[in-house]
């Protein structure tokens, strides 16, 4: 049996790290009356993702970071799609849905 660590992730090119753990933490940066991040949550609900939601607004940090950008997807703290997210990027991103 080979010595050291086993990688607990594998990085797909172009795509988010996956954890082999299982589940991965979804955030969805949002703020009230934004109709894209409205659209972007109904499209990661029907693919059985039900992710955190932290508005921009109500902290700073993320205010700093994301005010211009909202809606924001982070996966695992990593940014994979922004502004108008679209089915294809989230199941490039997270796949085509829960087994």
Do not use: F
């Not at 924001?72 to 703290?77: C, G, R, S």
């Amino acid at each position: 049996m080979p010595k050291g660590p086993i990688p607990a992730v594998r990085k797909a090119p172009n795509r988010t790290v996956v954890n082999r753990g299982g589940g991965v933490r979804l955030v969805l940066v949002t703020r009230q009356g934004c109709h894209l991040c409205d659209e972007a949550l109904r499209l990661l609900r029907s693919l059985g993702h039900d992710p955190e939601l932290a508005d921009v607004d109500a902290d700073d940090r993320l205010h700093d970071l994301y005010d211009w950008r909202v809606p924001v997807l982070l996966v695992d703290d990593r940014v994979t799609a922004e502004g108008r997210i679209t089915l294809r990027q989230l199941e490039k991103t997270l796949g085509k849905g829960l087994q």
